[in-house]
Nanobody, 122 residues
Framework: VQLQASGGGLVQAGGFLRLSCAASGRTPDSVGIGWFRQTPGKEREFVAAIIWSGGRTYYADSVKGRFTISRDNAKNTVWLQMSSLKPEDTAVYYC????????????????WGQGTQVTVSS
């Protein structure tokens, strides 16, 4: 599975951006897509995730009410609509495919895209 993240850019505080994550396909163990972000010197941080079947969503507390994740199963595409952006949202945003770990019933983010830069100016 190859993931292509796009849509990043420079925006003023209070503005909005929409990120896209296009997956080349889905493997049998793929259950959804997650978005993460990372700034230099910091660990990668979970932002949001969505499940292909049923569309259940998950959000980090820091983005609840401002970010919305959605999907188009037919297009294998997930979007992250970001509004009311803050300077602290500045980061490289990555999408990743959430997969089932064989034999465990647990999940992991196995496949990763290349990242797209989001910069929010104050």
């Amino acid at each position: 599975v190859q993931l292509q993240a796009s849509g990043g850019g420079l925006v003023q505080a209070g503005g909005f951006l929409r990120l896209s994550c296009a997956a080349s396909g889905r493997t049998p163990d793929s259950v959804g897509i997650g978005w993460f972000r990372q700034t230099p010197g910091k660990e990668r941080e979970f932002v949001a995730a969505i499940i292909w079947s049923g569309g259940r969503t998950y959000y980090a507390d820091s983005v609840k009410g401002r970010f919305t994740i959605s999907r188009d199963n037919a297009k294998n595409t997930v979007w992250l609509q970001m509004s009311s952006l803050k300077p602290e949202d500045t980061a490289v945003y990555y999408c990743a495919a959430r997969t089932v770990v064989p034999g465990t019933g647990e999940y992991e983010f196995k496949y990763w895209g290349q990242g797209t830069q989001v910069t929010v100016s104050s």
